[in-house]
């Protein structure tokens, strides 16, 4: 078995925050958010250090730190809580969206968090209770995707509400703020926050055409497809 990776980081300031050893497990976990983060910037879904990611391994949660912008981000810098969100890994803050990510893990079997500010979501966001049901992909988050009511960034207000637009979802939004999935992976959980982006610049597109209504889909419709899109795929 090989040594478990320790941490090198040169910061010596809080000695007591940095916790035990990282294992390789989260060591390759940690690589692995790190690549997601910087997707989601480089795909236009977050601007700075807004939006966080995060991944479970074991009982420990893997996450973004608040407020380093993820290209600085190295192995050294891994960050780790336990599901009560004591720190166990690393000296950076966690991010201040943690109550979020850990309502998810404590209610569902997700091992990935994506957040983001996505510009058409958010935007959707303040629009309407719900995205409108504009495309069949809609089925693969579970049905019509709920808007949680607003509530100060960080709180367990906010996790409280975004845990309720989540039943029987792996998607919403967060009202004048922005998204947020889970998923089986991390690429999972970063794919569903793709298409539902997609999905909202698709409605807000259709639905900017002056005189005409955007032809919408019935529950039974999106039901039908998620059920298709669950058998998606290559086999084997």
């Known amino acids: 078995m090989a040594e478990p990776r320790r941490d ?78 004591r720190q166990v890994l690393g000296s ?6 943690l109550p979020m990510h850990l309502a998810v893990y404590r209610t569902t079997d997700a091992l990935a968090v994506v957040h983001t500010h996505a510009v058409h979501a958010t935007a959707v966001s303040t629009l309407v209770p719900e995205l409108p049901a504009v495309h069949y992909m809609a089925g693969a988050l579970g049905g019509a995707v709920r808007v949680a009511p607003y509530a100060t960034y960080g709180t367990d207000a906010l996790a409280a509400h975004m845990l309720r637009a989540l039943e029987g979802r792996s998607a919403c939004l967060l009202q004048n703020h922005g998204t947020l999935t889970h998923g089986a992976g991390l690429d999972q959980a970063y794919d569903r926050t793709a298409q539902l982006e997609w999905m909202c610049r698709l409605w807000l597109t259709a639905a900017s055409v002056p005189g005409l209504t955007p032809s919408l889909l019935t529950p039974d419709q999106l039901a039908e497809a998620g059920e298709r899109l669950r058998g998606y795929g290559q086999r084997g």
């Not at 995060?54 to 949660?61: C, E, L, N, Q």
């Not at 950076?92 to 969206?97: A, D, G, R, V, Y």
């Open 8 to 85: 090198t980081h040169q910061d010596h300031t809080a000695p007591e925050a940095w916790g035990r050893a990282v294992r390789e497990a989260e060591a390759r976990a940690w690589d692995a958010l790190v690549a997601t983060a910087r997707r989601t910037v480089a795909d236009g879904l977050v601007v700075g250090t807004s939006g966080n990611v995060s991944t479970r391994v074991g009982d420990t949660v893997l996450v973004t730190p608040s407020g380093v912008p993820y290209d600085r981000l190295t192995p050294d810098d891994v960050t780790g809580v336990d599901l009560e969100g």
């Open 92 to 97: 950076l803050l966690p991010t201040s969206e």
